[in-house]
């Protein structure tokens, strides 16, 4: 009865400690890193999730509207190419794809060129607002 016990807590702690590193993953800039996104118009072999490397990340905020945008930087050097990932939220809300301010139609991925990511204009709110519809 004590090993059955025994093997119970086991696989509890077991679940618990799968469960937990599952569905929380590394966070920055307020909310969980995504995953970047392969593109259905990409157009080289290179462009796979493999060869995309987590860069880092920033909060655009504007004086005039509460949302923030939350932009993830992630660089695949085998093609010398930056991808955004950005995520949206207003105060006391969670990160989401979609913008209050542009709804469905805001981007959620977006390629930059390296002089944009050099200079540091893809951490201004004003750069993404330009560029939230299609």
């Known amino acids: 009865m004590k090993n059955l016990s025994l093997q119970l807590l086991s696989v509890l702690v077991f679940l618990f400690y799968v469960f937990f590193s599952i569905g929380c993953g590394e966070e920055a800039c ?8 392969i593109p259905s118009y990409a ?3 290179d462009d796979v999730e493999d060869n995309w490397e987590y860069v880092e990340c920033e909060i655009a905020q504007s004086d005039a509207v509460a949302e923030k945008i939350h932009v993830y930087v992630f660089h695949n050097s085998k093609i010398s190419k930056y991808r955004c990932e950005l995520r949206y939220s207003w ?4 990160c ?7 709804g469905m139609n805001a981007i959620s991925t977006a390629d930059i060129s390296e002089s944009d990511y050099n200079s540091g204009d893809w951490k201004d709110y004003s750069y993404w607002s330009m560029r939230m519809y299609y």
């Open 30 to 37: 307020d909310c969980t890193i995504p995953s970047i996104t």
């Open 43 to 45: 157009d080289s072999f």
């Open 91 to 94: 105060p006391g809300e969670d």
């Open 96 to 102: 989401r794809m979609s913008s209050k301010n542009g």
